[in-house]
């Protein structure tokens, strides 16, 4: 097997790897919905918005952004959760057009339960692997991320 041919065999099993964690990743995800009565979707808005409010609330853009969905559909599912009692929609002090989106305290107690669990599923998932590991990791999969985009975006103009 030549040089060439090896490269693309490690990267089709770096690709059907990625598919499988990813497969079970919405599986873990879909199991901490269910705990809290909601959808997958709506799972991943909750903890999206954990990841990223640093105490003055989110926009719904921002969220859409870090999920890679669309705007509307943060809107729609926001409002929901926001029925639920899972999240305060506020308008922006900064600009009326925009709301602010913030967990509930409701929220904030649901997650903190499901902490041991988590926590415990994290050192199942990550067994073998110590905190370097983990950050090179994490490193090496932003780069692959970053040139994803760039190659995505060269396929969708037809550079490639």
Do not use: C
Request: glycine share 6%; charged share 25%; hydrophobic share 40%.
């Amino acid at each position: 097997m030549g040089e060439k041919d090896q490269l693309d065999k490690a990267v089709t099993d770096f690709i059907w790897n990625i598919v499988e964690i990813h497969s079970q990743l919405e599986e873990i995800h879909k199991g901490w919905a269910d705990m809290l009565g909601i959808s997958e979707p709506q799972w991943l808005i909750l903890i999206a918005i954990d990841r990223l409010d640093e105490g003055r609330g989110v926009s719904g853009i921002a969220v859409a952004t870090k999920l890679r969905i669309h705007p509307a559909f943060v809107t729609n599912q926001t409002k929901k959760l926001e029925e639920k009692g899972y999240l305060s929609r506020v308008t922006s002090t900064d600009d009326a057009r925009f709301l602010q989106i913030s967990l509930t305290e409701k929220a904030r107690a649901e997650i903190a339960n499901l902490s041991n669990k988590r926590q415990a599923l994290n050192l199942t998932m990550f067994a073998g692997l110590d905190e370097a590991s983990l950050d090179y990791l994490n490193k090496r999969l932003a780069s692959i991320a970053k040139n994803s985009r760039l190659a995505s975006q060269k396929l969708s103009i037809g550079v490639l």
